[in-house]
Every structure is written in structure tokens, then in C-alpha cells.
């Protein structure tokens, strides 16, 4: 495949970028000889990393890295002591920490000093409810300022956040709940959209949620149970806090990703692992301090905390609009919070491009763009640059057990579109074809020990998921991941899609085995099979299923909508079904297992 640049950095921008700073401290002009320095001298390029970005430590670590216990159970900071959310209040106190609009409102903006007052005031709440070291505590809210301050707040107070989407039906939350048994639960009464009130509060109750802290938004009555809480009752009136100190492996917030046995994986994050999304943010979009960094999400999905930590670690202003990311009202917010790096999924670029909402909004505050979530469009991410004046996009691709991205771009180097340019900095991969040999297209496998990535699964074996079976590399261990890359002839890369049985739909990760388990429920359907189907020319993935039919009188039509509306009652209303396929019988392996991968193929050579 041959490919052509695009958008080609200037001298200027090369110079007034980290990743340049950090190559002439330590003597590179070469980047990728200075990549090549950041994997083969790991302790040097962390140890350099944690210091640009000013982690906060009580106590210094004794050494950066420890193997002892093998690459697969690394510790990073051994011996050392902190709250990472010490490291997120470094600005000045009257910096804008937060700016952010409420749909149809104007621009609000808090400083540091007002954020930190109100999670200082939050985690006295914690104290209040007489909660305790180690408590759980979850947040199933939209991304506002009072989300992002819980979330704070109880790391701060040692308490493990659990982050649960908005978007999931009470079936989903309850799961989480039962795996995670959090003491209490914070929530709004409705999410507003467009003018609609969704609900939220009523959701959490049919999870049948512990004691509820209810923030309420909308002007209608809510009727709360015994325990249960208004915001304004839970909320308390001290704005000072002393954090509590713990070790670099401690967790701080635990976050669910989806596994191929149907029930999602627990995942914990530690003390260590925002290092790895700040220091992506710092290297890759080139956050610098005072930025306004602005990635339409949720607490629920990784980009959430990773837009929390890697925005205020490095320095830098969080932009939250509270309305849906897909109308003029976003594209007005986006022009006078004056963002300098805007991230997306590939589903809304395609949406801006097909209703031309964005061009009429003038983005030139943006420095960059960054993509993940989904595979992107060519076309799509050209059209993305113009809307900035011809900005760079930062394709960016990792996982919630990962804390970031293992490959991703850069603005040193020339930019193409929907290509990666870069394996993460401090962090490598290698690609294997099934024989296990290298080959520029295959399966990845992550080569430890990379700073963030997990150690420990709430519900799973760790090792058995990640590195159980995998194949050895120039005698090295390698970590599974799911994903399957392309490496071009300038040595970019494309993604492939994923190798087992997860997807990603709208950004979101999901195994095909939670949707067959509520589609084999339903009166027409004896067996299923779920697939992600990439469009011809590229783009989000197209949700697929096939089905082996129980005899009914259902129409074609009909049955669509069955298969539409179980999924999103019971999994997830942003996951749409393009199409359903009658067949004979699903293909299977000798071990009985479906073969997705040949449903693939047939759907895209049909």
C-alpha cells in the first residue's frame, strides 16, 4: 500500500513540542532513535517522564522498575509513596481547571482553587457518611464538574471509585454492582439531552443500587428511598482535606472492559497507571500547560479518567459540554472554549461530515485532533483536518488494561490519515502472523513491561487472560491484547480490527458473547452470532448478526426489531444492528467454538 503525507510538521512546531524537548535533553535528533532509547532504556525514560510531569511523591521511590517477580507482575515506584491526585492540582490557583457549558447556557469555567475546594468538601462528605479507607464508591453520571470532583475526591480519600456509563440499562449496572459491591452509588435524577430527560436515578434503583447520593437536574419531584440522598444533603461545608497516602500499586478506581465470557472484566487501576495516559498526553497530543483539552466521554469508558489525569497532570484546562457531541450547539462550544486539542470517536466525524453542522465555526484554537475508540475513514479524518485549518489528527489506540495507547502519531512526524506512526513511547509490540513468526500483519503482542499496564483482574485470573499460551519473542514474554495491525511500507501502521471475540461499536469495546446471550433469548432465534464488519472504504465498525432460525411467522422487519430493541433495553442503546442474516447452521471449530472470523469474510465478500 503505498501512502502520502498529508500534514507535515514545521520547524516551529517541531521545536515547540515535549517530545523535542525531551530528545534534546538527552541528546537525539532522530525520533525514532530516540523511540528506539525510550523501550531499550525504560528506567531512564520513565524515570525522565515521571519527573516533566511533576508526580508528586512523599516519599521517593527506590528504584523506578522492579522485574523480580517477573515482567508480567512489574512494579513501578517500588517503595515509594503517594496520591496521584496530589499531582493533578500543580497550576497556579486561579488557572482555569475546568470549562464547561450546560446545553443552551453559557461558558462557566472553575479554577484549580474552586475544584479542589469542592473535592476537598466531597471527600468530607465521604467521611460524613461514614465511609472509610478502602470503601468502595461508584459514579454512573454524565461527564459534568461534579462527576470529575467525586471522581477525585474519593481517591483522594482512598476510596476506589467504581465508573459505571450512563448509558447502560439497570440489567448492565447491576452486574457491575454485584462484582464490585460499592458502598454507595452517585447519580443524577435524569440525563438531559436535546431537550429530552432520560432517566438515571430510576435506572440505578432497578439495579437495585445500595445507599444513592442524587444530584437532581431537572425541575420534577423524585421520590427517594429510605437511605438515599439528595446532593445538597450529602455535600459538606469543609474545604479542607488531607489526602491519604498510599503505595503505587493501590487501587484507585475500577473500570470494566469487555471479556469473551460474557461478564466484563474488573479492571483496577493503580497509583502508576494515569503516569501512562498523562505521559501519552504529554509525548503524543502534545498537551502543554494552560491547553484546553476537550474528549467528549464518559467515567465509564477509559477515556474519561484518562481525559481527568492526563488534562490536569499535565497542566492543562478540561472542557466538558454537556449536551450531545453531534449538533451546532457542541461545534459553538468547541470555538469559545477556545480548545486546543479536541479528541473524538470516528461516528462523530462521520455525522459532522454528512450534516456539515462544523463548518461553519471557527476551530483555528486547535493544535491537533486525536481519534480512538474505532477504526477511522481516510476520507473522514482528511475532512476532521479542515475543519481546524489543517491540524493533525493523533490516531490513538490502547485499552482500559493498558491506561493508554500502545501505538499512536505524533506532531514531529508527517501525519496520514487513519495511520499510526508511532508505537507508544516507552512501550513496545510486536506483530505475529499464525505461525508466530513476525510479519508486518498479525496479531499484537505487547512485550513488558510497559508502565500502566494491569497486574490484577477483580473477576479473572490475570495471568491466564494476558499471557496464559501466548508465544515467546527473541526469548521475551508476550502480553495478549486482541488486536490485529498492519505495518505499511514507511513502517506506519493500520488497524485491523480485533482477533477474538470483542468489538468496538461507537467506541465502545464489547464481547459478541454479551449480545448472543440476549439475542438467543428472543422466540425466532435457536442460536446466534455477532460480528463487527468493517465498511468497504473504511470507517466504524457495522454490528452483523447471524442467527439459525426456531420456525415463526415473523416478518423480516419485525424481526430486526426485535433484535434492535432487546439490545437496547438490555445491553446498550448506542449499539445499532445493521443488519440479520438467516442461516443453517453457524460455522464451528472441531472444539465446537463459532468461527466469527469465517462469518467475516463471508458477510464482506458477499
Known sequence: MSVKP??????????????????????????????????????????????????????????ILDISKGVENSEWLKNAKLNIVDSCFQNEDEATAIIFQEEGKSIQKITQNELLKLVNQIANGFVELSLKKGDKIAIDMPMTVEAVAIYLAGIKAGMPIVTIADSFTPNEIAVRLKITAPKVIFTQDVLQRAGKELPLFQKVCEAKAPKVVVLKVSSKNIYLRENDLLWTDFLSSKTEFITTIQKPDDIITILFSSGTTGEPKAIPWTHTTPIKGASDGYYHQDIQKNDVVCWPTNLGWMMGPWLVFTALINKASIALYYGAPMGEGFGEFVQNAKVTMLGVIPSFVKHWKTSNCMENYNWNNIKCFSSTGEISNPSEMEYLMQLANNKPVIEYCGGTEIGGGYVTSTVVQPNIASTFSSQALGGEFVLLAKNNQKSTMGELFLIPPIMGLSNTL??????????????????????????ELQQLENGYYKAQGRVDDAMNLGGIKVSSIQIEAILNRLEFINESAAIAVSPKNGGPSLLVVYYVEIASNLSNENRLNEVRTGIRKQLNPLFKVTDLIKINTLPRTASNKVMRRKLRDLYENK
Open 458 to 483: 477483580l473477576n479473572r485470573n490475570h495471568f491466564d487472560v494476558y499471557y496464559k499460551d501466548t508465544p515467546t519473542y527473541k526469548g521475551q514474554l508476550l502480553r495478549r491484547h486482541g488486536d
Open 6 to 63: 498529508f500534514w507535515k510538521p514545521s520547524k516551529k512546531i517541531i521545536e515547540q513540542s515535549n517530545i523535542f524537548k525531551m530528545m534534546q535533553a538527552n541528546g537525539f535528533e532522530n525520533y525514532q532513535d530516540f523511540w528506539k532509547w525510550s523501550v531499550s532504556n525504560k528506567e531512564d525514560f520513565w524515570e525522565a517522564t515521571v519527573n516533566n510531569l511533576g508526580i508528586k511523591l512523599t516519599k521517593k521511590y527506590t528504584s
